[in-house]
Structures are given as structure tokens and as C-alpha cells.
């Protein structure tokens, strides 16, 4: 097999306020995807961060009484924080209230062409919480569709990038997947909007405007990019772009593989304002992005001013973190939106884990202890992964890990009730029954990895030479 070089990035959050299950969703979606790229051998850089320039920062300080760049550390600490207490594996977590961002941001400035680039007087409506300009037929009853709240008028002079220059190589480029959108009704909606007719959009605001917050214009002291310009190029300052470039060549220049994992509320900035910014400053696009929805609660979108925010740290305190990511890969359907329910996390950890996965780790433990034995450590192939499962993962259909797990589960039970190794006097053929239940589940364990990194390790250890039966792996509640 080819080792591939991928590059994954998260979308960065806006450092406002503590992070809620949505972004968990997000990140460990994500974290899933490279785990399980770098378990098939192939060479991973995954990245995530902070989106610490907006105007939403600034008026959050302002209304906690404290700095911007205190509260955007603060907040950004949180978020980061997510890696351990989620188990996720992101190589570098990029703050955009950097130098070194500053720095690449401005550089992606000015390599775009000069004639993508210019000034004029503007007057719009402005959705603070988007950070998005929005026209009258967009809004719904005078409102923002995404935050339902109403928008500001804005009129000031800024900078503009001519996304009308890049209409059809975007039409083409999404058309043919050389920019794979997946699923296919985000694809259609991105090149709906594309094919409605284009409009050049803003690329600055006025420092005043901005409180003086944000990456500085190239040039003109006035200006503060807006912030989805600077944002969108974390991807590349990720990589050390505009400073040390060795993996930015790696990752980015080099690889075929430069994969975004974003939310639906964010699809135009990545599919259409994005690549064209890439084309201007001539460089690779992204080759994928996977376009999830929302997680919401009771059929609403989690908001901080609706008060259903779910902390994930709060989660996995109370079921552990294997139960959690579960839940949000298995039971959130990865195209969709999907509901979270802490009673229908109950019921799939007690049915799924406890006494799926964990009764049946725990009956064969107890068989391999009994017969005071001492078993192999199989090698595990390289082709783990049928190619089933294999295309659902590459296409972020994580519904998968469901499947996966039932019929190993099913395939061991039967082969331990058809066997009963209990009744078996002779120990060769006894060793041979139980070794050949103990390699379906090691193998079932590697299959587990990218998904329960802790309980697939805890399986793996367990069932290794002599075996002696351990604590539930997910003791009943």
C-alpha cells in the first residue's frame, strides 16, 4: 500500500464563550478521520485552533469587563483543553491572535493578484454573529437565517476581493470534484448559490469598526482584515506559512490529500470565498471538505442565548470519554443534524457497551481465565478494514462504527454459544476454540481504534498471553 501524505484541520471557533457538544462533534469527527488514516499507514498532520479576530471577541470582552486578547486566551484554553479530555491527536492547535499568524494572513494578502484586490465605498447588513454581509432576500423576516437576530446597517469605505473573476473556475472545480464536497446535497447547494450569480465581497473593516482588533491590511494602517480573510488562512499559518515553510511544503504544496472537516453554517467562507483567495494567491486548494450539521437539543440549534449548551468535559466526567465520542459518531447522523439526548446516551451505553461490547470482552476474559492457558498475540493484517467499511470511513459516513461493531459482536457470541468452550475437556482443541474468539476480537479492537481508542487499547492489552479477567470496561448505570 502507497503511504499518503493527508493534511485535516477542523474549522477554528470563535473564542467567545466555552466550547458545547457541537464542537465536540466537530473535533472528534475529525480526530476519527486521522486516527484512522494514520492506523491504514498513512502520514497525518492534523490541526485545529482558535478564531480570535472577530468583532463577537471584542463584544464579549467588553461585556465580561476585560481584555480582548484575555478573554480570547481564556477561551482558547477551553477549546484546547478538548485534547485531552476528548482523547483527540491534533498536531498543532493554531491561535490566530498571533504574530505568526499576523504574519502569514498578510503574506496571503499580498500574493493575491493585484487586480482581485480593491477599494470602494459600501453600504450592507451586517450580521455581527456571522461576521457576514446578507442581502434583503436572504434574511428571513428581517433577520439573520443563522442567528435570528437583525442585522446592521454598515456603510464605510473597505478593501473588496473580485469573486467575480472566479465564478466558473468554481462552478468547475467543484462540478468535476476536483473540490470534493461531501455529501452530495451540500455539493448541490454550494454550486446553487454559485451558479445564482456571484458578488464581490468585503475583505476589511475599519479599525475603528474593528476596535483596532485583528490582523493589520498590508499597507494601510486604517484597514483590519475582515475576519474570514485572516481565519481561512490558518490553514496554511497551521503549516508555518509566512515563518518556517518545511511543513507547509509537506502538507500543503505536496500532498493530495488536504482535507477540511467543517460545520453547515460555514460552507460558502470554505467552498466558494476560499478556494478563490487559493486560486488568486496561486496556490493548491483543498482537495475535500466533509460538511457536517448541527448537533442540536430538542430539535434547536445549541445557543448560548437559548441556555442548552451541554459541556462535553461535563460528559465524559460522567460516562467517560469512549462513551461520548461513541455517541456522537454512532448516533448524529454525519450528513444531517441529529438530536442529543443524555437519556438516549444512557440507553446506548447500557445496550451497546455495557452489555454489548463489554459483556462480551468480559464472558470470553472469564473462559480464556478459566482455562489456565497461555495464548498467542496474533499479528493483525494490514488489510484490517473491508472495503466497505473502508469507503464509508474516506467518505465520513461514521454511522459505520454502529455496524462495525454489531456484527463482530454477533459473529463472536454465535461462535462462542456454537463452540461452548465451557463443555471443552481437551485443551488443544479448547486452546484452539477461545484463540480463534480471542483473534476476532483483537481484530474487532484494531477496527475500534480510530473510534474507543481507549477501551480498543484496553482490549488489545487484555487479551495478550496469559489472560486474567479486568473491571468492566463500562460498568452499568
Known amino acids: 500500500m502507497n503511504k499518503q501524505k493527508y493534511y485535516i484541520t477542523t474549522a477554528i471557533p470563535y473564542v467567545n464563550a466555552r466550547p458545547h457538544i457541537g464542537h465536540a462533534l466537530e473535533f472528534v ?13 498513512n502520514d497525518v498532520f492534523f490541526a485545529s485552533g482558535s478564531d480570535e479576530n472577530s468583532l463577537k471577541n471584542v463584544q464579549a470582552a467588553e461585556k465580561e469587563k476585560i481584555q480582548t486578547k484575555e478573554l480570547v486566551k481564556k477561551y482558547a484554553d ?27 494572513a498578510q503574506k496571503l494578502w499580498q500574493n493575491c493578484k493585484k487586480e482581485d484586490i480593491y477599494k470602494k465605498s459600501y453600504k450592507g447588513l451586517y450580521c455581527v454573529g456571522c461576521e457576514q454581509f446578507y442581502t434583503k432576500d436572504e434574511l428571513v423576516e428581517g433577520k439573520c437565517p443563522e442567528h435570528l437576530t437583525t442585522p446592521e446597517e454598515i456603510e464605510e469605505e473597505n478593501y473588496f476581493f473580485k469573486l467575480t473573476n472566479y465564478q466558473k473556475i468554481l462552478e468547475d472545480l467543484i462540478e468535476s470534484d476536483k473540490l470534493k464536497i461531501i455529501p452530495q446535497t451540500r455539493k448541490n447547494e454550494v454550486l446553487s448559490f454559485i451558479k445564482g450569480g456571484l458578488e464581490d465581497f ?17 499597507n494601510d494602517e486604517d484597514q483590519i482584515m475582515y475576519v474570514w480573510f485572516d481565519a ?50 496561486r ?23 437559548l441556555g442548552n449548551t451541554i459541556d462535553p468535559e461535563t460528559l465524559v466526567k460522567k460516562y467517560g470519554v469512549d462513551v461520548v465520542r461513541y455517541y456522537l459518531l454512532r448516533e448524529i447522523p454525519s450528513y444531517n443534524d441529529g438530536d442529543f439526548s443524555e437519556k438516549r446516551l444512557l440507553e446506548i451505553y447500557n445496550g451497546e457497551l455495557a452489555n454489548g461490547l463489554g459483556n462480551t470482552v468480559a464472558r470470553l476474559a472469564k473462559l480464556a481465565e478459566n482455562s489456565n492457558l497461555e495464548f498467542e498475540k496474533p499479528s493483525i493484517p494490514e488489510q484490517i478494514f473491508v472495503k466497505e467499511e473502508v469507503d464509508a470511513i474516506n467518505n465520513f ?13 454477533q459473529k463472536i457470541d454465535q461462535h462462542i454459544n456454537q ?28 477496527k475500534l481504534l480510530p473510534f474507543l481508542p481507549q477501551t480498543a487499547e ?9 489472560i486474567k479477567s479486568q473491571p468492566a470496561l463500562f460498568p452499568r448505570i
Open 232 to 281: 481561512l488562512a490558518t490553514y496554511l499559518t497551521a503549516l508555518g506559512y509566512g515563518k518556517d515553510e518545511k511543513l507547509f511544503k509537506k502538507y500543503w504544496l505536496e500532498s493530495k490529500n488536504r482535507v477540511h472537516v467543517i460545520g453547515k453554517g460555514i460552507i460558502r467562507f470554505h467552498a466558494v470565498y476560499w478556494p478563490a483567495m487559493l486560486e488568486s494567491a
Open 202 to 218: 468585503s475583505i476589511s473593516r475599519s479599525k475603528s469598526r474593528a476596535r483596532d482588533w485583528g490582523v493589520p491590511v498590508p
Open 397 to 409: 459516513w461514521f454511522e459505520t462504527l454502529h455496524n462495525i461493531l454489531v456484527v463482530h459482536l
Open 78 to 104: 477551553n477549546f484546547e483543553n478538548l485534547k485531552d479530555s476528548l482523547n483527540l491527536t491534533f498536531d498543532v492547535f493554531n491561535r490566530t491572535a498571533t504574530e505568526a499568524h499576523y504574519k502569514g
Open 283 to 305: 496556490l493548491p486548494l483543498p482537495t475535500t471538505e466533509f460538511v457536517h450539521g448541527y448537533a442540536t437539543v430538542e430539535g434547536q440549534k445549541i445557543s448560548k442565548s
Open 458 to 466: 484496553k482490549i488489545l492489552k487484555q487479551f495478550t498471553g496469559e
Open 29 to 41: 469527527q475529525a480526530d476519527a478521520f486521522a486516527r484512522f488514516q494514520r492506523l491504514v499507514k
Open 419 to 446: 463452540h461452548s468452550p465451557w463443555l471443552i475437556k481437551d485443551k488443544n482443541q479448547l486452546k484452539n476454540v477461545l484463540q480463534e474468539e480471542i483473534n476476532a476480537l483483537r481484530k474487532l479492537a484494531y
